[in-house]
């Protein structure tokens, strides 16, 4: 009998080990990004309020991105694992508010969400689902209150212009990490303030100086934060 058990047995360790081979992290750390959407709609590309209607003039979630420490990311890792509404149906509310689409045509999100999960969030199965995957991203952003951070600093979206020290000092005393700066450039040529990156650590739950910077378009020592 012990012997007609061996190789199930080891059947059952080989899968095991598979599994956890297949499940295992492709990445170091998370990059949370914010945007502003007053500056992704003052481009020559403009922008459309989804079918909600206008968000709200803050900082909104463009997406949870698994990286590595080398620079590089892993994308795409589960095609089978498509996205699904009925698994976030209770988080939709929060979705429409803190992570809304501005993408032309209007639309209702689902797209654009589909697109960070399909890409982003099933390439971190190892930690959470889908619906863990957006709760995660809603909390953290919820933790940071950057537009706070900014106007205890004087730093207001009013269409003026402050320097990249000033927004970076702002956001570092007022959440305890220094975000990289992504700027955009608005019709007239401006840098404008138009995402911020935050690092998470790979486990994502807490936040962490970031081990690699993004290759975002940097921004000069003027940037206009416009009104939204």
Known sequence: MMRSCLPLALLVALSAVGCAAAQAADYDFFYLVLQWPGSYCDTKQSCCYPRSGKPAADFGIHGLWPNRDDGTYPQNCNPANAFDPSKVSDLLSSLRTEWPTLACPTSDGLQFWAHEWEKHGTCAQNLFNEHGYFQTALHLRDQLRVLDA???????????????????GAIQQGTGFEPFVECNRDESGNNQLYQLYFCVDANASGFVQCPVQPGGRPCGNRIEFPTF
């Not at 003026?160 to 000033?166: E, N, P, R």
């Open 150 to 168: 900014l106007a205890s600093a004087g730093v207001s979206p009013d269409g003026g212009y402050y320097t990249l020290s000033a927004i970076k």
